[in-house]
T-cell receptor
């Protein structure tokens, strides 16, 4: 099992550019989520999905879109990047147990 | 709304010292409680959990007891090692929700 994988590891964007952060898991987990981590603020939930075709907003969804066409993949799209979106992004998945498995993260800088 | 508060860091200790990282929660019911650890450059890993009052979670020498009376879940370790240097996150989750609520994290630095 590869667990939860994320690409890219690092990304630099200019204001207004768009990009997609990729997330995949091979554990057949129904629940997947995206968090952003900012200094002194812990992890904040952006969007989550409880299964293919089902997504919902978390705590800080503005500026981000998600889709869940398969159980394995849960990409996060930035439509028009802003400096306030500079952060470290983590994808996570959870199966029937209470354990969330986190990916290694994507460090995004928006200039 | 529900929230988790943990002590600010950084916490700097010498090897073999005793560690306590405080965590308190607010919730409308009785959530499950977790401690996650993040080593440098990595994602978060579950360290331990407790699902009901008076439960004690333990792993790798770390312990935390779910205290309903004080709404707390403090993390302790009797003798820390340099390899324990990391950021520790307390988190809660209501049974009726998929969402984890995280504290702001506490950085631990253990010096030889």
């Amino acid at each position: 099992n590869a667990g939860v994988t994320q690409t890219p590891k690092f990304q630099v964007l200019k204001t207004g550019q768009s990009m997609t952060l990729q997330c995949a898991q091979d554990m057949n987990h129904e629940y997947m989520s995206w968090y952003r981590q900012d200094p002194g603020m812990g992890l904040r939930l952006i969007h989550y999905s409880v299964g293919a075709g089902i997504t919902d907003q978390g705590e800080v969804p503005n500026g981000y879109n998600v889709s869940r066409s398969t159980t394995e993949d849960f990409p996060l799209r930035l439509l028009s990047a802003a400096p306030s979106q500079t952060s470290v992004y983590f994808c996570a998945s959870r199966g029937d147990t209470d354990t969330q498995y986190f990916g290694p993260g994507t460090r995004l800088t928006v200039l | 709304g529900d929230s988790v508060t943990q002590m600010e860091g950084p916490v700097t200790l010498s090897e073999e010292a005793f560690l306590t990282i405080n965590c308190t929660y607010t919730a409308t019911g009785y959530p499950s409680l977790f401690w996650y650890v993040q080593y440098p450059g990595e994602g978060l890993q579950l360290l331990l959990k407790a699902t009901k009052a008076d439960d004690k979670g333990s792993n790798k020498g770390f312990e935390a007891t779910y205290r309903k009376e004080t709404t707390s879940f403090h993390l302790e370790k009797g003798s820390v090692q340099v390899s324990d240097s990391a950021v520790y996150f307390c988190a809660s989750r209501m049974d009726s929700s998929y969402k984890l609520i995280f504290g702001s994290g506490t950085r631990l630095l253990v010096r030889p």
